[in-house]
């Protein structure tokens, strides 16, 4: 191979690498599905409460507020309205930002915290 080929194919891996690097800021909603199934699903469905509250259309929605489900007295007073930001700051330390309440888990990867945030804004409900 020539130098000119070389240093096509150099540009040319180097512009995938900056655009994985994108998808990876903004967060990548099927890495996040994978994720979601590995650490949420035990607790948390879609349609229906388990441990934890159903998560249909959770990004936008009062936090708390799903019928027939028990929160902490701590996450139902809180007046949040989940949107990226609380999201994140949810998953990185639920005590932190809601002392009381009753989440066991936290995700201390800020790149994984993305992608399950990007799966998250993918279930919306129909209104
Ligand atoms: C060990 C069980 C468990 C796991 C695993 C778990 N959660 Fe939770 N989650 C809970 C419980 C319990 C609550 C209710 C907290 C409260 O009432 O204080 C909750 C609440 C939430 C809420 C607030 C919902 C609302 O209606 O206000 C969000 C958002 C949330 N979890 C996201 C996640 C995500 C995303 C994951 C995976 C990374 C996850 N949870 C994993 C148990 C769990």
Redesign the pocket.
């Known amino acids: 191979m020539n130098s000119r080929t070389y240093l096509l194919m150099l540009a040319v891996s180097f512009t995938g690498m900056q655009e994985a690097r994108a998808a990876q800021a903004a967060g990548d909603a099927a890495v996040g599905q994978v ?2 199934q590995a ?2 699903a ?3 469905a879609m349609q229906f409460n388990g ?5 249909l259309g ?1 990004v936008g ?6 019928d027939g ?4 007295v ?3 007073k809180s007046d949040l309205v ?1 949107n990226e930001k609380l ?1 994140d700051a ?2 990185r330390n ?1 005590e932190k930002l ?1 002392p ?6 936290s ?1 201390p990867s800020a790149r994984e915290r993305a992608h ?1 945030i990007a799966y ?1 804004k993918t279930l919306k409900v129909d209104r």
């Open positions: 994720l979601y650490k949420c035990a607790c948390h441990v934890g509250p159903a998560h959770v929605r009062k936090a708390g507020s799903v489900y028990i929160y902490s701590a996450l139902s989940w999201l949810w998953l639920p809601v009381g309440q009753k989440m066991g888990i995700i399950l998250l």
